[in-house]
């Protein structure tokens, strides 16, 4: 494997993390400013009320979306091990 093999092998696990996990992640931020700003009109400081409706929608995104998140797994690790088939 040389240097350029590598730089591609890890550019392919970043793509592959950030196509995991950006959906909830973004799902979180979304939910999160809403809910700031509704404690924020409010003026209720509750500290459960950051937190229930982040894991709430995180949960439901996450059953909608992991069909697509273990594709994504799933073709990154066949193609991790292809390539390491044809290392040896």
Known sequence: ????????FIRGALIAVLQVGG?????????????????ALTQIQEMTLAFV???????????FLLPY?????????????DKMINLS
Do not use: C, H, R, Y
């Not at 998140?69 to 991790?80: A, E, H, Q, S």
């Open 69 to 81: 998140m273990m594709g994504t797994l799933k073709d990154f690790t066949v193609t991790l091990f």
């Open 23 to 39: 959906p909830l992640m973004g799902v979180a931020l979304v939910v999160g400013l809403v809910v700031s700003l509704f404690q």
């Open 53 to 63: 409706p982040k894991i709430f929608t995180m949960f439901v995104f996450m059953i």
């Open 1 to 8: 494997m040389n240097e350029t093999e590598a730089i591609n």
